[in-house]
């Protein structure tokens, strides 16, 4: 797993999947730390080389800046994000004109053994979010509404640098990222924020990378073999119970 772009998919946030369909599965509601509400619409594709996306956009609001507003002033009193979410939806100040596409997840089943038993996750297979919900962690957070509905998500076999710290120091913190041999068909470790296993192995390969990529994961360690065999797998039921 090579921290390089698949040649495949476009960042273009203007461009969907191409694909001969697209039927829409359902369509669910985040709240960033931000107070920015965020909506995710899910859709299966046919005639496409992604088997699934994710569509994210930025709610607009009747009155700029208060669903952000609001939102402050209700986690400051308790509230839940979920129950945030129902209130703002309830008030009816959508501005669906002002809606902003920021983002989009691509991603396969992919199916693997967890022992003797064979299960099925998805696979992330390119996602683009616009930069200035990056530093939110939207990503991070997208994967996790992702893993909540499907139990399994799992890494690309081709990342960026960016793609490969996201899986180090933020879905490790959402809960445990087992490491995965899809030649031996089983997990070999469990990924540390150090981005490598506790046990040593290291997931991700220098294969293809500049020096100055290579600078930018230090002192995280590289494998000088191929990795592209190798994947990071979160599983729904090791969340953290204090993430």
Same mark, same amino acid.
């Given at each position: ?17 191409? *694909? ?40 607009? *609001? ?38 902003? #596409? ?23 297979? !390119? ?27 799992? *890494?690309?076999? #081709? ?48 294969? !293809? ?35």
């Amino acid at each position: 797993m090579a921290p390089n772009f698949t040649s495949s998919y476009s960042k273009d946030l203007n461009r969907k999947p191409e *694909c001969e369909r697209e039927d829409e599965i359902e369509s669910f509601h985040y709240l960033t730390a931000e107070g920015d509400l965020l909506k995710i619409t899910e859709y299966a594709l046919t005639g496409s080389e992604f088997h699934y996306y994710s569509k994210i956009v930025a709610l607009g *609001c009747t009155t700029e800046g208060f669903y952000a507003d609001h939102a402050e002033f209700l986690r400051s009193h308790r509230f839940s994000d979920e129950h945030i979410i129902g209130e703002l939806l309830e008030l009816g100040m959508h501005a669906e004109e002002d809606d902003t #596409l920021i983002g989009r997840v691509a991603y396969n089943d992919f199916t693997f053994f967890d022992g003797s038993v064979i299960k099925t996750g998805k696979q992330i297979r !390119g996602v683009a979010i616009l930069d200035d919900y990056q530093a939110g962690g939207v990503a991070r957070n997208v994967y996790k509404c992702l893993l909540l509905k499907h139990e399994y998500i799992v *890494c690309d076999n #081709l990342q960026t640098i960016g793609g490969g710290s996201l899986w180090v120091s933020g879905m490790t913190s959402i809960g445990e990222v087992r490491i995965y041999d899809t030649i031996q068909k089983k997990f070999i470790d469990v990924l540390s924020k150090a981005g490598c296993g506790y046990n040593g192995i290291i997931p991700w390969s220098a294969e !293809g990378l500049s020096q100055a990529d290579i600078a930018k994961w230090e002192p995280r360690k590289l494998s000088m073999d191929s990795c592209h065999h190798i994947v990071n797998i979160i599983s729904k039921d090791r969340i953290y119970n204090n993430d």
